[in-house]
């Protein structure tokens, strides 16, 4: 799978905003916020980029569907369902 960001970059610092309630029971059960963080932001923007990327090719997605629906698929003679 091809990686959403370059890992071997280095960190930066950043300052952001949490409830104060929830950032206390995180902390309480030892839970790594800044590796939470990159979990939650990788999974976002991987939503977000393939969103993108649909809307940019929306047209071509179309065009091969169109394709397909009426000259079928070159493997449609050796499909047995």
Do not use: C
């Not at 990159?38 to 990327?53: I, N, P, Q, T």
């Not at 940019?56 to 698929?73: H, M, T």
Request: positive net charge; aromatic residues 6%; glycine residues 2%.
């Amino acid at each position: 799978m091809q990686q959403v960001y370059d890992q071997n970059a280095p960190k930066k610092a950043t300052n952001l905003s949490v409830n104060s309630d929830l950032l206390m029971k995180a902390r309480n059960l030892k839970i790594n916020l800044s590796a939470t963080l990159e979990h939650a932001l990788v999974s976002d923007v991987r939503k977000a980029e393939r969103k993108k990327w649909q809307t940019e090719n929306r047209e071509a997605i179309k065009a091969l569907n169109d394709l397909a629906e009426s000259n079928g698929l070159f493997s449609d003679s050796y499909r047995d369902f």
